[in-house]
Nanobody, 115 residues
């Protein structure tokens, strides 16, 4: 079955960096748009970033543009989210997604940014 396993979350201070990883299995990775969503306590889940199967199309929510970078390695079936200049408002559970013939979600990894 399809599995998306996130890693790399943690507790950091404002201004620090983190790199999230999402390892996918059970699907033809290059045929899926991979992305990241996040959900903060008491808030709705929001789109953060996505990268097309070939890596040629990338999108970001405005609030992370210039700070976050999404990338993928189709040879390793892994998508990454490099997060720099983290802010307290980036605190959330971050979810990896695979969108294609079907949509899949990971279990999430917690990112906490202290001020």
């Amino acid at each position: 079955q399809v599995q998306l396993v996130e890693s790399g979350g943690g507790l950091v201070q404002a201004g620090d960096s983190l790199r999230l990883s999402c390892a996918a299995s059970g699907l033809t990775f290059s045929q899926y748009t991979m992305g990241w969503f996040r959900q903060a306590p008491g808030k709705e889940r929001e789109f953060v970033s996505a990268v097309s199967g070939s890596g040629g199309k990338i999108d970001y929510v405005n609030s992370v543009k210039g700070r976050f970078t999404i990338s993928r390695d189709n040879a390793k079936n892994t998508v990454y989210l490099q997060m720099n200049s983290l802010k307290p408002e980036d605190t959330a559970t971050y979810y990896c997604t695979a969108r294609g013939s079907y949509d899949y979600w990971g279990q999430g990894t917690q990112v906490t940014v202290s001020s």
